[in-house]
Structure formats: C-alpha cells, structure tokens
C-alpha cells in the first residue's frame, strides 16, 4: 500500500522543516555492488562449524546482493524517529518509505506512512496519487532528495570506492588516526 488509510499518533515524532538537509547513509556493513541500485550486502552461506559442532558458522560466498537501507537527514544523527526514510529496492525502482509530518498533536504528532517511487532510469520520483494534498510537497521535497542520495552513491561507485564514504551519516564515518595526535577530539584533550 504506498499510502496509510489514516495518520497516526507518534509519541516521539518530530517536525523537521524542509530547509536546506540532506539524506545520509544510516546503515552499516554495506558495499556498492552492481545494477541501478548502489548499495549491496555481501551474501554469506551457513556451514558447519568444525571447532563447534552445535554452532554453525557464516562464510563468505564472494556475491553481493541490493538490500534494504535505512537513510536519515544529515543535521543530527540518529535524532530524527520519524525522519528515517527505508529505501527498498524493486528493479530500476527504489520504494523510499516515509513517514510524513501531517501536523502536531500534544506531546507528539501525527504522521502519515507513505512509499514514494523514485526511478533511477528517468531520474524522477513520483508520488502517490492517494497522498493527501497537504503532504504532496514534503513527499516531493524528501523524494528528491532521496534521489539526489542514490545518484551521490552512483557516482562515488564509478569512481572506484568499494564501499560508501561520502553518503554517509556524520555518525558512521571512521574517526581519522593521524600520526601527529590531532585528530583527538576536545572532549579527550
């Protein structure tokens, strides 16, 4: 269904206004791979431990597959519940699931869940029919901005990165280990 029927009382949710963000990467273990869709995982088989016979191990098969990724806006790790978009890959098609500000509600909000198309052949992103008026444009922003996200991806993939650097959340990045110690934080000085 690429609409809710109704909105729904989220606690914790959030209204992020539209500004200037970006989506990052909020997702670990991933590798680019080929086809339309970037991001891959790397399949592994289950095989019998020989070291312990009740506990089967996982072992590197050498393939990569699409997977499913959890994106989130680029202002605050990990602080955005209502903000993670779920990118799902269909076929040149990615399926970017939302949940969208449909406006407050006491100590919390409502919120609408929506799957917005995004075609990676034409470069565009389609909302559905059934979203209601008022969420068109934060579908259509955020929908561009997934977009955006993915052609970032591909193109750090034909530079030759094996796995995602740029696209990623400030939170995943690897802290730099320079020699000379000034890469420590503030807070360890």
């Known amino acids: 269904m690429p609409v809710a029927p109704r909105d729904e009382f989220d606690m914790y949710a959030i209204h992020l206004d539209l500004g200037s963000w970006s989506y990052a990467l909020d997702d670990v273990g991933l590798v680019y791979g080929p086809g339309w869709f970037p991001f891959h995982r790397h399949i592994e088989r289950v095989e019998p431990n020989p070291s312990a016979p009740?506990?089967?191990?996982?072992?590197?098969?050498g393939k990569t597959a699409p997977t499913p990724v959890r994106i989130s806006p680029d202002v605050e790790h990990r602080?955005?519940?209502?903000?993670y978009v779920v990118l799902q890959?269909?076929?040149h098609r990615v399926q970017a699931h939302m949940r969208l500000y449909a406006g407050g509600r006491g100590a919390g909000a409502r919120i609408r869940r929506v799957a917005v198309e995004v075609d990676l052949r034409n470069l565009n992103v389609a909302v559905p029919a059934q979203c209601p008026a008022p969420l068109r444009h934060q579908a259509a922003v955020k929908g561009r901005r997934v977009l955006d996200l993915l052609m970032s991806a591909r193109i750090e993939r034909r530079l030759g990165l094996s796995a995602p650097t740029g696209v990623l959340a400030p939170g995943l990045h690897e802290p730099d280990n320079a020699e000379d110690g000034s890469?420590?934080?503030?807070?360890?000085r």
Do not use: I
Not at 183 to 188: G, K, M
């Open 54 to 61: 009740l506990l089967p191990r996982s072992v590197p098969t």
């Open 79 to 83: 602080a955005w519940r209502n903000e």
């Open 89 to 91: 890959p269909v076929d």
């Open 183 to 188: 890469a420590e934080s503030d807070s360890a």
